[in-house]
């Protein structure tokens, strides 16, 4: 009997510890990770606007500029955010955007029909925005209203922001106090045209986006880059009909949704979760890279020079929302699950970079898998924000391909690949490795041979905390944060790391 348990030990030793090992070509890269695969969403949803960007510039002791609170500029400033999606979502197929410009007294309330229900003001509109974003050194994509909207209400919004000229638009927006373009360049034409964007069927929707996209005009300093409403999740005959029916000069990006959400009707709580219900998010997150490779095999067959991208401008987790607030509002907590998850899937982004250019994660604060949460003039950040800012360093960077077996990540009878990594190297050329240990319950040993040039010392932080669960409160906002890490080591050219259970690594190497 002895023997037995002796052995069973000895072999759950090894099998926490065997030594994972891939080879990393630092020479070898050929694809740019666009920067724009950072980006995020802000949409006219329960606290993202309202309380999250924007407190009013009146009654508010929050420090604001022009109404927009300076604590989240700075959060988002830090983050490097490339791109902000806005106004939807849902609501973009709601918004009649000339509602949201002059003076503020007299704009017109419209009903949030899509999320509670409540009276939107507009007094956060066009210029509210795109100031904004200048002022987060972020780049505008704007959602146009393609459901219930019209062709010549989505062409002068394009004439408002980006003509110079002298035009009906471009004097109004003078009128209204900007002199200069702001020369957008990111526009979705509809959201999930599919379902909340108007129910169509795609072959109907891809005339409409030939009639819409006819009439939005390149000006000299912003040449468009129109971005179809796409796919949600698996449904690839809308892709197909996409590629095949829309003229490609046309065509700049097509959109993919997909949310990690363990069952729509059963989604669960955001903190206080079971090992079976990480396994299920996992699960969900994970096909992320299985959707992206047959999405972008249609696309390959239609555009094989690879020139239309794949815009992932919704994803993350959708759990239920906290208790005692506004179901209508979408906010949830943030745990080390979401942490793991957007490490995962940039890495997953990052291996399919030749075609998925561009995404945006949903959303930026207070709604759904948030990198900042508020609470009147309180403001966290979340471990999402914390992954975000550690990748950043793969913005724009070259990637190098880098598979590690790590081994399989095993709950009851189904299992995961317990390692997602990915690697690049930047203009500087720094190599960076990003290692995410999907497993809760075992440590990993990584042993990494770098080929392709000499490198001599490695640095890096670490995001984890003792329970999957683990998040930031009002109360304790630095529970979980990254901190410098410790365990790798690099010698004769082998980067060798060991990876504790249900943590993100980032890694430099000079
Ligand atoms: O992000 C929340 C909603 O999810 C968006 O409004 C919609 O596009 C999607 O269904």
Same mark, same amino acid.
């Given at each position: 009997?002895?023997?037995?348990?002796?052995?069973?030990?000895?072999?759950?030793?090894?099998?926490?510890?065997?030594?994972?090992?891939?080879?990393?070509?630092?020479?070898?890269? !050929?694809?740019?990770?666009?920067?724009?695969?950072?980006?995020?969403?802000?949409?006219?949803?329960?606290?993202?606007?309202?309380?999250?960007?924007?407190?009013?510039?009146?009654?508010?002791?929050?420090?604001?500029?022009?109404?927009?609170?300076?604590?989240?500029?700075?959060?988002?400033?830090?983050?490097?955010?490339?791109?902000?999606?806005?106004?939807?979502?849902?609501?973009?197929?709601?918004?009649?955007?000339?509602?949201?410009?002059?003076?503020?007294?007299?704009?017109?309330?419209?009903?949030?029909?899509?999320?509670?229900?409540?009276?939107?003001?507009?007094?956060?509109?066009?210029?509210?925005?795109?100031?904004?974003?200048?002022?987060?050194?972020?780049?505008?994509?704007?959602?146009?209203?393609?459901?219930?909207?019209?062709?010549?209400?989505?062409?002068?919004?394009?004439?408002?922001?980006?003509?110079?000229?002298?035009?009906?638009?471009?004097?109004?927006?003078?009128?209204?106090?900007?002199?200069?373009?702001?020369?957008?360049?990111?526009?979705?034409?509809?959201?999930?045209?599919?379902?909340?964007?108007?129910?169509?069927?795609?072959?109907?929707?891809?005339?409409?986006?030939?009639?819409?996209?006819?009439?939005?005009?390149?000006?000299?300093?912003?040449?468009?880059?129109?971005? #179809?409403?796409?796919? !949600?999740?698996?449904?690839?005959?809308?892709?197909?009909?996409?590629?095949?029916?829309?003229?490609?000069?046309?065509?700049?990006?097509?959109?993919?949704?997909?949310?990690?959400?363990?069952?729509?009707?059963?989604?669960?709580?955001?903190?206080?979760?079971?090992?079976?219900?990480?396994?299920?998010?996992?699960?969900? #997150?994970?096909?992320?890279?299985?959707?992206?490779?047959?999405?972008?095999?249609?696309?390959?067959?239609?555009?094989?020079?690879?020139?239309?991208?794949?815009?992932?401008?919704?994803?993350?987790?959708?759990?239920?929302?906290?208790?005692?607030?506004?179901?209508?509002?979408?906010?949830?907590?943030?745990?080390?699950?979401?942490?793991?998850?957007?490490? #995962?899937?940039?890495?997953?982004?990052?291996?399919?970079?030749?075609?998925?250019?561009?995404?945006?994660?949903?959303?930026?604060?207070?709604?759904?898998?948030?990198?900042?949460?508020?609470?009147?003039?309180?403001?966290?950040?979340?471990?999402?924000?914390?992954?975000?800012?550690?990748?950043?360093?793969?913005?724009?960077?070259?990637?190098?391909?880098?598979?590690?077996?790590?081994?399989?990540?095993?709950?009851?009878?189904?299992?995961?690949? #317990?390692? !997602?990594?990915?690697? !690049?190297?930047?203009?500087?050329?720094?190599?960076?490795?990003?290692?995410?240990?999907?497993?809760?319950?075992?440590?990993?040993?990584?042993?990494?041979?770098?080929?392709?040039?000499?490198?001599?010392?490695?640095?890096?932080?670490?995001?984890?905390?003792?329970?999957?669960?683990?998040?930031?409160?009002?109360?304790?906002?630095?529970?979980?944060?990254?901190?410098?890490?410790?365990?790798?080591?690099?010698?004769?050219?082998?980067?060798?790391?060991?990876?504790?259970?249900?943590?993100?690594?980032?890694?430099?190497?000079?």
């Amino acid at each position: 009997m002895k023997t037995y348990i002796s052995l069973f030990l000895l072999l759950i030793v090894i099998g926490a510890s065997a030594q994972n090992t891939a080879v990393l070509n630092t020479d070898l890269g !050929s694809t740019i990770i666009d920067k724009h695969i950072y980006g995020h969403f802000s949409e006219h949803l329960g606290r993202c606007i309202y309380g999250g960007f924007y407190v009013g510039e009146s009654n508010t002791k929050i420090p604001n500029t022009q109404g927009v609170r300076l604590d989240v500029v700075d959060a988002l400033k830090k983050l490097k955010v490339p791109n902000l999606r806005w106004p939807g979502g849902c609501f973009a197929d709601t918004y009649h955007w000339k509602d949201g410009v002059g003076p503020k007294a007299k704009r017109p309330t419209i009903v949030n029909t899509w999320w509670g229900g409540v009276t939107e003001d507009n007094s956060f509109g066009t210029h509210d925005f795109l100031n904004m974003c200048e002022l987060i050194g972020a780049e505008p994509y704007l959602s146009g209203n393609v459901g219930s909207g019209t062709v010549q209400e989505l062409s002068e919004w394009v004439q408002y922001v980006n003509f110079d000229g002298v035009s009906p638009m471009s004097n109004w927006r003078k009128e209204n106090g900007r002199e200069k373009p702001w020369n957008v360049k990111f526009w979705g034409i509809g959201n999930e045209a599919w379902g909340c964007g108007g129910n169509m069927v795609a072959e109907y929707y891809a005339n409409i986006y030939r009639q819409y996209a006819t009439f939005m005009s390149n000006s000299e300093k912003a040449k468009l880059f129109r971005i #179809a409403s796409g796919a !949600s999740s698996d449904d690839y005959h809308w892709t197909e009909v996409m590629m095949r029916d829309i003229p490609h000069n046309m065509l700049e990006g097509i959109a993919l949704h997909h949310y990690s959400v363990i069952d729509w009707g059963k989604k669960g709580s955001a903190a206080d979760f079971s090992e079976q219900q990480y396994f299920q998010t996992m699960q969900r #997150a994970l096909l992320m890279d299985e959707l992206i490779t047959k999405h972008a095999t249609i696309m390959d067959k239609y555009d094989p020079k690879k020139k239309v991208a794949l815009v992932v401008d919704e994803w993350g987790g959708w759990y239920d929302v906290e208790p005692g607030t506004n179901p209508g509002f979408l906010f949830q907590q943030n745990t080390i699950r979401d942490a793991i998850l957007a490490g #995962a899937t940039l890495n997953i982004f990052h291996k399919h970079s030749d075609r998925v250019r561009m995404a945006n994660l949903a959303q930026t604060v207070n709604v759904l898998q948030a990198v900042v949460l508020t609470d009147e003039e309180k403001m966290i950040l979340t471990p999402t924000y914390h992954v975000m800012e550690m990748y950043n360093v793969h913005q724009d960077a070259t990637y190098l391909p880098l598979s590690i077996s790590g081994g399989d990540y095993t709950f009851g009878s189904e299992k995961l690949p #317990a390692i !997602s990594a990915s690697a !690049s190297k930047n203009k500087a050329g720094l190599v960076h490795v990003s290692l995410v240990n999907i497993d809760p319950k075992n440590v990993k040993e990584i042993s990494i041979e770098l080929r392709g040039g000499k490198y001599a010392s490695v640095s890096g932080r670490i995001l984890t905390s003792a329970k999957l669960q683990d998040h930031n409160t009002f109360e304790k906002p630095d529970a979980v944060k990254p901190v410098a890490f410790k365990q790798a080591s690099l010698s004769s050219n082998v980067l060798k790391v060991t990876l504790p259970a249900h943590s993100v690594v980032v890694l430099e190497l000079k």
